[in-house]
Structures are given as C-alpha cells and as structure tokens.
C-alpha cells in the first residue's frame, strides 16, 4: 500500500537551534521525493524535489537527504528562524500512477 | 509567472446547502488541475483531476463534483453540503501529469465550515 509517514507529529524548538524532520514511505514504484512548507492557513510550497539518484540537495538552510534503499527522507533546518514555524510535508509521487502520495506533516513551532 | 487564485477564502455554509468554489490559474495554458482536501491531522487527499477542458477524473466516491468549464478554471460544487464535507480545500496546477513538469503548484486554499 502507498504510505508516507511522518515523524514527530509536531516539534517545538528555539531560535536558532538546529532540528530533523523524518519521512518514510513505502511508495512503489518510485518517481521523486519532494519537500513542502505549509504556513497555517495557505497553501504547501515546494522546498525541493529529489529523484531516486540524489542522497542530498539543499535550499538555504533547507537540506534533505533521501535514502532509496531503506525508503527514508529528512528535512534538516539549520539555524531555525521565527518564520519556519509551519508544517512540513513529505510527498512521494508515484511513477506508476503519478499521483501524489501525501505525508500527515510535522507541525514546526519556533519559539524566541 | 504563473499566479493560482482560490474564492473565497473562507466559507461557512449550513448542512445542505449548495456549495461552489472557484480555481483559477494564470500565466499558463492547458495546465492540470486538482483539488485536494485536507482535513485535520490528515494529509491531503485527491479529490477531482482534470487533465483538459470538460475533462474530470473523480478519486474518491463522495459527496462533490467538479467541472472545467475553461481552460483555466476548475470549480469544485456539491448540491446538498453534508458536516463531513467541512475542511481545506486546496487547488493546485502542474505542467504535466508525470515527468520533471508534474511539480504541483497549490494555491491559497479555501476553509470551509459546515454547520
């Protein structure tokens, strides 16, 4: 079956400190990984796209990092900011079907 | 650039009334359209796809319906909202169905509230 979970559900760290969000899915067969913020209330934003060749990619202090053997994912941010309060989803896109196959999120907060 | 407008922004209607939202999608021509809902602590589930003018495909037996009326106009509508139906509904735009093209872009979404 075409699962994605999450973990931790919902974290909260300071300002400034460094956190890893974890993915993994069970998405077969598979086409790319992608990353998305989700401020409250708004729509996802894509943070980065990676397909099953790619161990890491970056975008700021975003980097992800993807392992195709065991099916996992992270999403480190590095030197949290205020503004990276949201939530985080995992999405992996299935190259059968190519549909999207959502992760729950893990709800961020970063506190001052 | 391409810009995805969703109205309104919130709605609260009372359990079986008719419902209509509006999507749509600018900068760009003949793009793929979806509508996702996503309820709380729940990720975000395909509802209606649309890869074409009068072209729906539906993923979930359900209470909606949606039309394209234009090319870049996708509507989600039901005739009788039931409490299950409250949520966020979310409309997004791809390229391409599949490929390095497929990335969807989400617009602002619409929360809906039935009573």
């Known amino acids: 079956k075409n699962q994605v979970e999450q973990s931790p559900q919902s974290l909260i760290i300071l300002e400034g400190k460094n956190c890893t969000l974890q993915c993994n899915y069970t998405v077969s067969p598979f086409s790319n990984l992608r990353w998305y913020k989700q401020d409250t209330g708004r729509g996802p934003v894509s943070l980065t796209i990676?397909?099953?060749?790619?161990n890491t990619k970056s975008n700021g202090r975003y980097t992800a990092t993807l392992d195709a053997d065991t099916k996992q994912s992270s999403l480190h941010i590095t030197a949290s900011q205020l503004s990276d309060s949201a939530s985080y989803i995992c999405v992996v896109i299935n190259s059968g079907t190519y549909k999207y196959i959502f992760g729950t999120g893990t709800r961020l907060k970063v506190l001052a | 650039s391409q810009t995805i407008h969703q109205w309104p922004a919130t709605l609260v209607q009372p359990v079986g009334s008719p419902l209509s939202l509006e999507c749509t999608v600018e900068g760009t021509s003949n793009p793929n359209l979806y509508w996702y809902r996503q309820a709380a602590g729940r990720g975000l589930q395909l509802l209606f796809y649309s890869v074409g003018i009068g072209q729906i495909s539906s993923e979930v037996p359900q209470n909606l319906s949606a039309s394209r009326p234009q090319d870049r106009q996708f509507i989600l509508s039901s005739k009788k909202l039931l409490l299950s139906d409250s949520g966020f509904y979310l409309c997004a735009w791809s390229r391409s169905l599949a490929g390095a093209n497929n990335e969807q872009f989400f617009g602002p979404g619409t929360r809906l509230t039935v009573l």
């Open positions: 990676m397909t099953f060749s790619e």
